[in-house]
C-alpha cells in the first residue's frame, strides 16, 4: 500500500514539509477507533500539519461540551451519552480512551488552542433511527465494514492479502508497534486511504444504506469548514470513510440524502466509561479484545514489554504468587524469542501472554485468566467533572455518593454494612432505593459475617448504562429519595397480584420510603381482601412478615403491617387444608413450597405482639397453625408430600414425640400404600434442610424407610427412584456415607452393632464418656482455662 502525497498543508493553507495524503484540502487522517497505535499517528500528523481546526467524527450535539475534556477532573475512559429527551431510555454511546484517536485530537486542539468539532450525523436523527442505528453511529467497528450479504472485515480482508491469518496481529505489526518518530508522519493514512478505496470499490458501502447519509453530512460539514477557515482542515474520522470524504460530490445530492430524516429532542453529557465495557466480549460492536494492553501500549514512554512484565508481576505477587524478578527477565527474553521466531518486529500480546503462562504461571491458565481479567481487559473506570451536564437526580446521586463514601467502581466488589451504624444505614437506603428505581448498582447477597436484620452484605459493579437507567429514572423525580416514593406508589397501583405488593411493602421498608408506604398498605389491604386464591395468599405472607423485623433495627412502625398480615395467614389457615386435596404432583410440591414459607412466617409472626397467644386459654397463631398442620397430616385425600411435609414440620416444632412420627411413618409406608404414594411421603418428611440427620440420629425413622423400600416390587421401583433419587442426592456427602454405612450394617445389627460398640462412632444408645474426656483438653485451651493467671485464680477447677 502506497499513497499518492507530495505535500502537506500548514496552518496558513500552504504547503508544508513531509507530504500528507492527497496533495489538496482536507486533511483526512483514517483510524481505527480505540487503536493506539493511529491515536499516536494522529499526534504525530497533527503536529506536522498544524492545522486551523479539527473536525472529529461524533455527533455535533457534543461541541458544547470539548472544553471539559481539558478540566482536571476529567479521566478517560468516558463516553459522550446522548438520549433521548421524552424517552431517556433511546440512547446512544460514544466511548473514548486515551488511546483513541478521537480523544488524542480533541485534547491536541484544546492544548494548541485550535477549534474542535464533531461533523457526525447530529444524535437527534441517530436517536429517531433507532438502537441498532445509534450503536452504529456510536463506534461502528472501524476500520471494519459489512458486506452487502455478509459482513466483511476489512482488516481480515487486508490480513489476508499481506499473508497473515490474524487480523488484530497483522494490525499490531503494521500499526500498533510502529514507534512515533518511524518517518513520515502522514504515510500510515496515506496507505490506510489507498487500501480503504480499493475495499469499498469492491464493497461499496459494506452493507450499510445509512452510512451513505453520515457520510453526505460529514463532506457538508468538511465544505463549511473550509469556507469558514480557508483552508488548513483535518479530518479525523473512520478509515472506512476516508474514501467517502475524498469523492466530489455537489452540495444538492448530499443535502438530498439528509432531506426528511426523523428528529428526536436530545440531551448530551459526559459519562464514565469503563475498559470492560471498551472490550468487545462486553457487546460493545466497535470493541476491542484487550483495552488494558492497549492503554499500557500508549501510556508507556519505552520498553513496553518489560513494563508490561512488572504489572504482571506485580499482580500474582498481590495474588500470593512466588514472583521474582528473575522470572521477569525470563519472562522478556522469552516473549522476544518468540517474536523472532514468529517473525514479528516486536513481541505482541500473543507472546507476553506465551511467556507469561510459561513462565509465571507454569503453564497453568488459572493465573493467567486472572492477567487476562485484570490487565488484558481491564477494571479501570473514568471520571468525569462535576460541571458535566446531568439530570437533576444524577446530580443527587452523585451527592450522595460522595457524602456516604461509596465511590462508583468497575470492579466487582462486597460491601459489608452494619445497619446499627449511621453512614451504613444511609448506605443500604441508597442502595435500595436505586433498586427500587430499576438502577441495579448493587445486589443482595449472603453475608460472611452472620445474620441478623442489622447486617446486610451487597455486591457492587458500576456499569456505564447505569447512566442511562438514572436518566430513565429522572421522570419520577429529581432527587433519589422523591423518584424512589413516586414510583413505588406507582408499581403499588400498577401491581398485577399480591405477591408483588407485599414485596413492594418490603421493600418501601428496606429503602425507608414513609411517604409511599400509606399508598403501597391501602393497595395491600385491598388486593388482599379481595384475593381469594390460597396459593396467592401463601406466597405474599413471607414477604410481609419479613417486613415486620426491620421495624426493630431502622425504627419504623409496622404496627399496621403487622395486623394485616396477622389476618392474611388467618385466611390461609382456613382456606389451605381445602385447597391441598386432589392436587397433581407438580401442584403438590408447589403447594409444599408455599407450606414451607408459611411456616417459617409464622414463627416470626407468632413473635410479634399482634399474634401473640391470648390469655384466655384461646390457641394462637403458631398453635392454629399446628393444628392445621396436624389435618394435612391425617387426611388421605391430601398428596402423599404434604402429609410427610405437615408430619416433619411438627416434629420439629416438638408437638409430635418420636414415638407418634414413627407410627405415621409406619402407616404410609405400610403394604397397601401404594410405592408413588409412599415414596412421596418420604420426600416430603425427609427432604429439605435437616432431613439426613434425622434418618442418621433416628435409626427407627431409617429402619422404616429401608423396610419399605425393599418390599417395593420390582416393576415399581423404577417409578419410585426418580423421587427417591431427588431427596437422597440433595443431602451432603458425609450425611450421605453415614446413611449407606448404617444400611450396609443390616436391619438386624443396627442397635446392637452401636450398643457393642462396633458400629459407627458416636452412634451407640449411652454416650461414650471416654471419648468425650479426649476432648477436654483442647476445649479448656480454647478457653484459656489452663493459662497461668486462671490456675492462681483457681478457675475453671
Same mark, same amino acid.
Given at each position: ?401 460522595? &457524602? *456516604? #463514601?461509596?465511590? @462508583? $467502581?468497575? =470492579?466487582? %466488589?462486597?460491601? !459489608? ?5 449511621? +453512614?451504613?444505614? /444511609? ?31 451487597? &455486591? *457492587? #459493579?458500576?456499569? @456505564? $448504562?447505569? =447512566?442511562? %437507567?438514572?436518566? !430513565? ?5 429529581? +432527587?433519589?429519595? /422523591? ?315
Amino acid at each position: 500500500m502506497t499513497g499518492g502525497n507530495d505535500g502537506a498543508v500548514g496552518r496558513d493553507g500552504t504547503a508544508a514539509p513531509g507530504g500528507r495524503p492527497g496533495s489538496v484540502e482536507p486533511l483526512l487522517l483514517g483510524v481505527r477507533h480505540h487503536g493506539p497505535g493511529s491515536a499516536r499517528a494522529v499526534r504525530a500528523a497533527l503536529d506536522a500539519a498544524l492545522p486551523r481546526v479539527v473536525l472529529i467524527e461524533g455527533p455535533p450535539e457534543a461541541d458544547a461540551l470539548i472544553p471539559l475534556a481539558a478540566d482536571e477532573e476529567m479521566r478517560p475512559p468516558v463516553a459522550l451519552l446522548a438520549h433521548a429527551v421524552d424517552e431517556p431510555g433511546r440512547s446512544a454511546f460514544w466511548p473514548l480512551a486515551e488511546f483513541s484517536p478521537e480523544w488524542v485530537a480533541v485534547r491536541w486542539a484544546l492544548d494548541h488552542d485550535v477549534p474542535a468539532r464533531f461533523i457526525d450525523l447530529p444524535a437527534t436523527h441517530t436517536l429517531a433511527w433507532g438502537t441498532d442505528t445509534a450503536e452504529e453511529a456510536a463506534g461502528e467497528p472501524e476500520p471494519s465494514a459489512a458486506g452487502a450479504d455478509v459482513r466483511v472485515d476489512p482488516l481480515a480482508v487486508l490480513a489476508e492479502a499481506a499473508g497473515h491469518d490474524d487480523p488484530e496481529r497483522w494490525w499490531e505489526d503494521v500499526v500498533e508497534h510502529r514507534g512515533a518518530g518511524d518517518g513520515d508522519p502522514f504515510a500510515p493514512f496515506a496507505a490506510l486511504e489507498e487500501a480503504m478505496g480499493s475495499l469499498r470499490e469492491v464493497y461499496g458501502v459494506g452493507g450499510h444504506d445509512r452510512d451513505l447519509v453520515r457520510e453526505a453530512y460529514m463532506r457538508l460539514q468538511v465544505r463549511a469548514a473550509r469556507r469558514e477557515f480557508g483552508g488548513g482542515v483535518a479530518v479525523v474520522c473512520g478509515a472506512w470513510h476516508v474514501p467517502a470524504l475524498r469523492e466530489r460530490t455537489t452540495v444538492a445530492a448530499d443535502r438530498a440524502l439528509l432531506k426528511g430524516l426523523p428528529k428526536v429532542k436530545a440531551d448530551m453529557t459526559w459519562v464514565p466509561w469503563t475498559y470492560r465495557r471498551l472490550a468487545r466480549a462486553g457487546g460493545y460492536g466497535a470493541g476491542i479484545d484487550s483495552p488494558g494492553w492497549y492503554g499500557h501500549l500508549f501510556a508507556a514512554p519505552d520498553r513496553p514489554v518489560e513494563r508490561w512484565m512488572t504489572k504482571v508481576a506485580g499482580l500474582l505477587r498481590d495474588e500470593d504468587r512466588l514472583v521474582s524478578s528473575a522470572h521477569v527477565i525470563e519472562a522478556v527474553r522469552l516473549a522476544d524469542t518468540l517474536a523472532a521466531l514468529r517473525g514479528r518486529p516486536l513481541p505482541g500480546l500473543g507472546e507476553t501472554t506465551d511467556a507469561v503462562r510459561a513462565v509465571m504461571c507454569d503453564g497453568s491458565d488459572v493465573p493467567l485468566a486472572l492477567v487476562h481479567d485484570r490487565l488484558v481487559v481491564g477494571d479501570v473506570m473514568g471520571e468525569v467533572p462535576a460541571s458535566a451536564p446531568a439530570v437533576p437526580l444524577q446530580r443527587d446521586l452523585t451527592r450522595l455518593q460522595r &457524602r *456516604l #463514601r461509596l465511590k @462508583p $467502581e468497575a =470492579s466487582e %466488589r462486597e460491601l !459489608e454494612l452494619d445497619l446499627r451504624k449511621e +453512614t451504613d444505614a /444511609g448506605r443500604s437506603r441508597l442502595l435500595h432505593r436505586l433498586r427500587l428505581l430499576g438502577v441495579a448498582w448493587g445486589e443482595p447477597a449472603v453475608s460472611r459475617g452472620g445474620t441478623g436484620t442489622f447486617r446486610e452484605t451487597w &455486591r *457492587l #459493579r458500576w456499569e @456505564p $448504562e447505569l =447512566s442511562v %437507567r438514572v436518566a !430513565e429514572a429522572g421522570v419520577w423525580g429529581t +432527587t433519589v429519595l /422523591g423518584a424512589a416514593t413516586a414510583k413505588a406508589e406507582a408499581d403499588a397501583v400498577g401491581a398485577r397480584g399480591l405477591a408483588e405488593v407485599t414485596e413492594l411493602a418490603e421493600q418501601c421498608l428496606l429503602a425507608e420510603l414513609p411517604d409511599a408506604l400509606p399508598t403501597v398498605m391501602r393497595v395491600l389491604v385491598d388486593r388482599a381482601a379481595l384475593d381469594t386464591d390460597v396459593g396467592h395468599l401463601a406466597q405474599a405472607l413471607p414477604a410481609l412478615v419479613r417486613s415486620l423485623r426491620y421495624g426493630d433495627v431502622r425504627g419504623t412502625d409496622t404496627g399496621a403491617l403487622a395486623e394485616v398480615a396477622a389476618g392474611l395467614a388467618e385466611r390461609v389457615f382456613v382456606g389451605l387444608p381445602p385447597a391441598c386435596a386432589a392436587l397433581d404432583a407438580d401442584a403438590a410440591e408447589e403447594m409444599r413450597r408455599h407450606v414451607d414459607a408459611v411456616h417459617g412466617a409464622v414463627g416470626l409472626l407468632g413473635e410479634t405482639a399482634a399474634a401473640a397467644e391470648p390469655r384466655d386459654g384461646r390457641k394462637g397463631l403458631r398453635g392454629r397453625w399446628q393444628a392445621v398442620l396436624g389435618v394435612l397430616s391425617a387426611r388421605d385425600t391430601v398428596p402423599g408430600v404434604l402429609r410427610g411435609r405437615a408430619v416433619r414440620l411438627l416434629l420439629d416444632d416438638g408437638v409430635l414425640g418420636q414415638e407418634e412420627a414413627a407410627r405415621l411413618m409406619g402407616l404410609a409406608l405400610s403394604p397397601g400404600t401404594p410405592p408413588g404414594d409412599a415414596a412421596a411421603w418420604i420426600e416430603g418428611f425427609v427432604g429439605g434442610g435437616g432431613g439426613g440427620m434425622l434418618l442418621v440420629h433416628d435409626e427407627r425413622l431409617l429402619g422404616l424407610v429401608d423396610g419399605w423400600l425393599t418390599r417395593v416390587p420390582a416393576e415399581a421401583f423404577t417409578d419410585v427412584l426418580p423421587l427417591l433419587r431427588r431427596t437422597f442426592s440433595a443431602y451432603e456427602p458425609g450425611v450421605r456415607r453415614t446413611l449407606g454405612e448404617l444400611v450396609r450394617r443390616g436391619p438386624g445389627a443396627r442397635g446392637s452393632v452401636a450398643g457393642t460398640g462396633g458400629g459407627l462412632p458416636g452412634f451407640a444408645p449411652e454416650p461414650d464418656a471416654e471419648r468425650a474426656d479426649a476432648v477436654v483438653p483442647v476445649v479448656r485451651l480454647l478457653l484459656g482455662l489452663d493459662s497461668e493467671e486462671n490456675r492462681l485464680a483457681g478457675v475453671g477447677t
